[in-house]
Antibody
Framework: EVQLVESGGGLIQPGGSLRLSCAAS????????MSWVRQAPGKGLEWVSV???????YYADSVKGRFTISRDNSKNTLYLQMNSLRAEDTAVYYC?????????????WGQGTLVTVSS | DIQMTQSPSTLSASVGDRVTITCRAS??????LAWYQQKPGKAPKLLIY???SLESGVPSRFSGSGSGTEFTLTISSLQPDDFATYYC?????FGQGTKVEIK
C-alpha cells in the first residue's frame, strides 16, 4: 500500500527551529517529486516546497531562505527543516507525492502534522 | 504565476441535489487540473485528475469537465458523505476552496 506518514510537529516559539519527517512506504521517495503543502487554521492549501528525483529543490517565496527540503534515501523519508519560524508558519503540514510531465496531481498525501508557532 | 479562482466559496445543498463547482485559471492550462475533497481534520483526497479522469475508487457521481481556463466539478446526486470542502489545483497553485454545506 502506498502511504505517507508525517511526524515532528509541535509547539515552537517564534524564531525557533523544527524538523518534520515524512516516511514513505509502497514507493521510493528518491524516484519521485515530493512536496510539502501546508494549511493554516481555517484557510486553504498552500504549496511550500518540492524536491525533484534528481535532487533539485524549490521553495515558495514565503519560506525561501528559512526552510530546507531534503530526503534520506536509505530511510525512504522526506524532511522539512524549518528555521526562523514565524507565527504565520502555524499550519498543518502535509507531504505529498507530486505528479510529473504536466499531470501535477498530488497523490498520495500524508495525514498531516500540526506546527504551532507561538510564545 | 497562474491564479486559480473557484466559485462559489460556499454552497448550500440538500441530499440528492446536483452540485456544480467552477474553477477558472488566469491563463490556459490545457487539461492539467485536479480536484480534491477535504473533510475537517483530514488530508485532501484526490478525486479527479487531468480535468476529467476519475481517480480509482472515487464514486461515479463525481465528474470533471473543462479545458483551457474554465473547469467544473459536478456531483450528480449529493450524498451525506459529500459534505466537505473541494479544491481545484494546477501545478503548485490551489483554488481557495468551495465548502459544500447542508441546506
Amino acid at each position: 500500500e502506498v502511504q505517507l506518514v508525517e511526524s515532528g510537529g509541535g509547539l515552537i516559539q517564534p524564531g525557533g527551529s523544527l524538523r518534520l519527517s515524512c516516511a514513505a512506504s509502497g514507493f521510493t521517495v528518491s524516484s519521485n517529486y515530493m512536496s510539502w503543502v501546508r494549511q493554516a487554521p481555517g484557510k486553504g492549501l498552500e504549496w511550500v516546497s518540492v524536491i525533484y528525483s534528481g535532487g533539485s529543490t524549490y521553495y515558495a517565496d514565503s519560506v525561501k531562505g528559512r526552510f530546507t527540503i531534503s530526503r534520506d534515501n536509505s530511510k525512504n523519508t522526506l524532511y522539512l527543516q524549518m528555521n526562523s519560524l514565524r507565527a504565520e508558519d502555524t499550519a498543518v503540514y502535509y507531504c505529498a507525492r507530486e505528479g510529473v510531465d504536466g499531470d501535477y496531481r498530488f497523490d498520495p498525501w500524508g495525514q498531516g502534522t500540526l506546527v504551532t508557532v507561538s510564545s | 504565476d497562474i491564479q486559480m479562482t473557484q466559485s462559489p466559496s460556499t454552497l448550500s445543498a440538500s441530499v440528492g441535489d446536483r452540485v456544480t463547482i467552477t474553477c477558472r485559471a488566469s491563463q490556459s492550462i490545457s487539461s492539467w487540473l485536479a480536484w480534491y475533497q477535504q473533510k475537517p481534520g483530514k488530508a485532501p483526497k484526490l478525486l479527479i485528475y487531468k480535468a476529467s479522469s476519475l481517480e480509482s475508487g472515487v464514486p461515479s457521481r463525481f465528474s470533471g469537465s473543462g479545458s483551457g481556463t474554465e473547469f467544473t466539478l459536478t456531483i450528480s446526486s449529493l450524498q451525506p458523505d459529500d459534505f466537505a470542502t473541494y479544491y481545484c489545483q494546477q501545478w503548485r497553485t490551489f483554488g481557495q476552496g468551495t465548502k459544500v454545506e447542508i441546506k
